[in-house]
């Protein structure tokens, strides 16, 4: 597609659920991100794939979290035993490899744990 | 580890006036981005400014970066109301290794009639 999908754009869970969230990038970007925000503060830092490869995972929060992108192009977000905590809007990015490093965000998967 | 500064978090103002956001960051980079939010809505990008003394202007809006300063400005000329959104900086945090940016906790502008 032109731009960067995620689905679902909305996801309400129970505490203790298991969730994933998907994420398709622009055609032909190699580097795919995913993000969080919480209401009110800036984007944080996930992990960051190159390729198949988590080349930057510093940013999970726990082990709670993975992420896979097995084919190089749609990634994954899984979050196991969800926690109110979790609630926040999640963005999946991507850009060019060796780009002038402007990411490219899709509309984000707004995450609700109750 | 890199930290982004944006002030003021908030800023309210009148249609017709200028104002300038901030942007610091605390290590070394030269690669510096703006983004705009609207409520509910996703990152929009603004500027790309990758060398020190870097200055890009689209409409009202005008970006420059002080590597050596780390410091990053958006300027507003004669703010009109469709400019209120959230604006944020982020830095590249390995200098283009990665693309991997830390972003500021953004700028709410509001701009009144």
């Known amino acids: 597609g032109a731009g960067v999908s995620q689905t679902p754009s909305n996801k309400v869970t129970e505490k203790g659920k298991y969730v994933e969230l998907r994420c398709d990038p622009i055609s032909g970007h190699t580097a795919l991100y995913w993000y969080r925000q919480s209401l009110g503060q800036g984007p944080e830092f996930l992990i960051y794939f190159q390729g198949t490869g988590a080349a930057d995972d510093s940013g999970l929060p726990n082990d709670r979290f993975f992420a896979v992108r097995p084919e190089g192009s749609v990634s994954t977000l899984k979050i196991q035993r969800t926690e109110r905590g979790d609630s926040a809007v999640y963005l999946c990015?991507?850009?060019?490899?060796?780009?002038?490093?402007?990411?490219?965000f899709g509309e984000g998967s707004r995450l609700t744990v109750l | 580890e890199l930290k982004v500064e944006q002030n003021p978090l908030f800023l309210s103002m009148q249609e017709g006036k200028n104002y300038t956001i901030y942007c610091n960051y605390s290590t070394t980079s030269d690669r510096l981005y703006w983004y705009r939010q609207d409520p509910g809505k996703s990152l929009e990008s603004l500027f790309v400014?990758?060398?020190?003394?870097a200055v890009k202007q689209e409409g009202r809006l005008m970006a420059s970066l002080d590597t050596k300063a780390r410091l990053s400005t958006l300027h507003i000329t004669a703010a009109v109301h469709d400019l209120s959104a959230t604006y944020f900086c982020a830095v590249d945090s390995r200098g283009g290794a990665t693309n991997k940016l830390i972003f500021g906790t953004g700028t709410l502008l509001a701009v009144q009639p």
């Open positions: 400014l990758l060398s020190n003394g």
């Open positions: 990015a991507s850009s060019l490899f060796r780009s002038t490093g402007e990411l490219f």
